[in-house]
């Protein structure tokens, strides 16, 4: 008897043409931390990925002991890229391999990333956003070496 009760349930359940979602007051407002806190993630790993690009470009100006790279040529582009030092050509391979590592560092995959560059390069409001919180993040990580360096000294 229980276990025809059992299957009457799923049968009822299967021929269903919606399930009931239980309606959780909350679940609005913790879908919008959820979203604010993928953009904080989003924020940081900009910050990092930034970091990092100037740290690159300071290795290849180093490299190639010249004060700024030529803008007329993309040393990205592939049709360059065989053309270039090992050592060059080693720093500008490793880079997306690198801000990769950065953006699951911050809990984010990279089509969830490119989404979100791609929304901050067309979406003007999503940009002053994505500015505004890099800001913060930049401002955190400042005062955080500032806390560090006191703690080393005290």
Excluded: W
Excluded at 34 to 56: D, G, P, T, W, Y
Excluded at 80 to 101: G, H, M, N, T, Y
């Amino acid at each position: 008897m229980m276990e025809q009760a059992y299957l009457y349930r799923i049968t009822a359940t299967l021929n269903m043409d919606k399930i009931p979602l239980i309606e959780d007051p909350n679940s609005e407002e913790l879908l919008r931390a959820h979203k604010r806190r993928r953009v904080q993630m989003f924020a940081k790993s900009m910050n990092e990925i930034e970091e990092l690009r100037q740290e690159q470009t300071e290795k290849l100006l180093k490299a190639l002991s010249i004060d700024r790279l030529p803008e007329s040529i993309n040393i990205c582009d592939p049709k360059i890229l065989p053309l270039l030092s090992p050592k060059i050509r080693a720093v500008v391979e490793a880079f997306p391999l690198q801000a990769e590592e950065i953006v699951k560092k911050y809990g984010l995959n990279s089509d969830e990333f490119n989404k979100m560059l791609e929304e901050t390069n067309s979406n003007p409001f999503f940009r002053m956003k994505i500015k505004n919180q890099i800001k913060r993040s930049q401002e955190e990580s400042r005062l955080e070496t500032v806390y560090d360096l006191n703690a080393e000294e005290g």
